[in-house]
């Protein structure tokens, strides 16, 4: 054989042993064999190799693995930008997510993954994710149950499953990483399809308490600073088959069971309450902010909770993130949010990172008046889309999304030291800043009283509402 077609054998041959490797099931990946052994799921040597410390360059910058904006230490009105941000990374997303869509298979396998769900791999993904969070410069996660350690047989099974993984989490945390939150997986396995706490079956209602039950204190265990309840199930496909009723008096009977326990176990953090108005059901009860503050009123529950606020929920909500945050504080139970943004041609909720500065400044608008979110912070509950496929993807898609929220911050204190726009709107309420004004938000606003004033005043003076500059103001800085 000549030397040509030698080197055409020999590329031919590693050619149809490419496709037998990415077609064959995988186990350890072929390229990295010696750096996996696939029985113990330990991983020797570097997850992302290539991928130095993120660090803060500034906005000048070219380098795509840097910060523009996001500076931890910087102070901004008084207070670290770490501070203001407290940061987390989402598990689930960010590493059991597979870009797999209803139409589409997976398109994402990165390079530490043997393609099973065994509790040998859910440690090896563990121990990437705290290099991620460490050459990120993130110090909090977030996590469901089923995310981070396989499902057992029984509940027995998969607590002792998750207990095994949760022991590695607690030592690779150290002293400086924790879960910003901790949640139970109620959605995924079939005994959830009629719901969890509003599912009618009675059983289904314990096995929901207990998965919560584990849930709460593995997050209490590894520090969490909160717990969330999502019920992605807690809703109905038809009123011709639910009785709503009784099903929301269920829904309160678990929180205040969930409320108790916490107490219990010594769990300070937090319990967050996430709306999302459908999907997977037709309706949930959380449905926005104002429904969810309605159902902890209602309940008597109003104390014990706060909301998470996730943007790409509001939006299906038929609301802003910027609406929900405010409902949210005016009602004092802003306590998270879970960062990402939707499409705007697109219905459904695609969990994309917030690239949009003008809506990060009305997002750290809310967050400032509430004086930030700690205990909470910002939960990237975002994936990359399914097209985006490189390791470093993971990387940009945090960078971008924390690079976007401190922009936010950075021109919020911007309109807040300017002040013209805070002046706008004390000046549309200013006829109530007189005498007549302050009885009336005093409560001693009667009709008769009201009646006199308004036979004495005549017509109203109307004035402009100002849209266009206040539009113009919050443009000019960002
Ligand atoms: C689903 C969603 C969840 C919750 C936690 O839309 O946002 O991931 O944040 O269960
Ligand atoms: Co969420």
């Known amino acids: 054989m000549k030397a040509g077609k030698i080197i055409f054998f020999l590329l031919c041959l590693n050619l149809v042993s490419n496709l037998a490797i990415a077609a064959g099931p995988p186990t350890c990946p072929a390229d990295v064999a010696s750096d996996c052994a696939s029985d113990s799921g330990e991983w020797k040597g570097e997850f992302f190799p290539d991928i130095p410390k993120i660090k803060y360059e500034g906005p000048s910058s070219k380098n795509h693995l840097s910060f523009k904006w996001y500076n931890a230490e910087e102070e901004i009105l008084g207070r670290k930008m ?59 996660w977030c996590f469901h149950d089923r995310d981070i350690a396989p499902d057992g047989k029984t509940i027995e099974e998969s607590n002792a499953n998750l207990d095994e993984v949760v022991a590695l989490a607690k030592e690779l945390q150290g002293t400086k990483i924790h879960p910003l939150w901790g949640t139970a997986q109620l959605f995924h396995h079939p005994r959830y399809m009629h719901g969890g706490a509003t599912s009618p079956e009675l059983g289904v209602y314990a096995y929901s308490a207990a998965q919560v039950k584990k849930a709460m204190e593995v997050t209490h265990y590894l520090g969490g600073e909160n717990y969330v309840f999502w019920g992605g199930r807690e809703g109905y496909q038809t009123l011709l088959n639910t009785d709503m009723e009784r099903e929301l008096n269920h829904m309160a009977r678990f929180m205040e069971a969930a409320v108790a326990y916490k107490k219990k176990i010594g769990f300070n953090g937090t319990l967050l309450i996430e709306p999302k108005p459908q999907e997977p059901t037709k309706h949930q009860y959380d449905w926005d902010a104002a429904t969810a503050a309605n159902f902890l009123r209602k309940y008597g529950l109003i104390d014990e909770f706060k909301l998470n606020i996730e943007c790409n929920h509001a939006t299906l909500a038929g609301h802003s993130c910027h609406h929900e945050l405010e409902t949210a504080r005016i009602n004092g139970i802003l306590g998270n949010t879970d960062a990402n943004t939707g499409d ?112 004495q005043w005549g017509e109203p003076k109307v004035s402009s509402a100002k849209q266009e500059l206040a539009e113009m103001i919050f443009q000019a800085a960002i």
């Open 344 to 455: 705007p041609q697109i219905g459904w909720d695609t969990d994309q990172f917030m690239m949009d500065v003008g809506e990060a400044t009305l997002v750290m608008l809310s967050v400032i008046k509430n004086g930030g979110l700690a205990p909470g912070g910002f939960n990237f509950d975002a994936k990359l889309r399914r097209e985006s496929t490189d390791v470093e993807d993971i990387f940009i898609a945090h960078v971008a999304g924390m690079d976007t929220l401190a922009r936010g911050l950075r021109n919020a204190a911007k309109l807040i030291e300017d002040g013209s726009l805070a002046e706008l709107v004390r000046k549309r309420y200013q006829s109530f800043d007189s005498e007549i004004g302050a009885q009336i938000e005093a409560g001693k606003g009667d009709f008769d009283m009201l009646e006199k004033k308004a036979m």
């Open 82 to 140: 770490k501070d203001w941000m407290r940061f987390s990374v989402a598990f689930w997303h960010t590493f059991r997510g597979t870009g797999g869509d209803p139409f589409g298979a997976p398109t994402k396998m990165w390079p530490w993954e043997d393609g099973t769900n065994s509790l040998a791999m859910a440690k090896r993904r563990m121990r990437a994710n705290f290099e991620f969070l460490n050459k990120l410069g993130v110090d909090k």
